[in-house]
């Protein structure tokens, strides 16, 4: 969205998708988010959300909203029409979805380019964010428990 991500790196991606056999590769900023090229408070926003879904959902990943992903065609295209979130928490429920099907899903290293910083995160974003996590939560975890 605002190429704080720069999508040269979607080729080394796929290649290694290709090469290790991964059915989704998901990029991982976790080495990017250093002092001085990111807010701290959003480094603080992003780690806590990736430690709480990655328990939340026993997901393989650490990571699920970097922008940077690369799919097999055929896990996506069975996964596409089960997913019920539209916005922020969809790459959870994907994620998701991919995982309890028995896909292999790997990280892939990315970086991020200076003008990162400037990304808005709003209050409304993580109100969003984190109420359709909870009801994605609830309905695919809690909800088969029982």
């Keep these: 969205g605002d190429l704080d991500l720069p999508p040269d790196q979607v080729p080394a991606m796929v290649a290694e998708l290709r090469r290790g056999g ?7 900023k976790r080495a990017a988010l250093v ?8 480094r603080v926003l992003s780690r806590v959300f990736s430690a709480a879904t990655r328990l939340a959902f026993r997901l393989p990943v ?14 996506l295209e069975t996964a596409m029409p089960a997913l019920q979130i539209g916005r922020y928490s ?9 995982h309890r099907a028995g896909q292999r899903i ?13 990304s ?9 964010m984190g109420r359709d996590t909870a009801r994605l939560w609830f309905r695919t975890v809690v909800r088969r428990r029982r």
Excluded: N
């Design 120 to 128: 808005r995160v709003t209050v409304a974003t993580l109100w969003e």
């Design 35 to 42: 002092a001085g090229g990111y807010p701290w408070a959003r």
């Design 62 to 75: 650490a990571e699920t909203q970097t922008g940077l992903k690369v799919f097999r065609r055929a896990p």
């Design 106 to 118: 790997g990280e892939y290293p990315v970086r991020l380019e200076a003008h990162a910083s400037e």
């Design 22 to 28: 991964w059915d989704a590769l998901l990029g991982a």
């Design 90 to 98: 969809f790459d959870i429920e994907l994620v998701s979805l991919l």
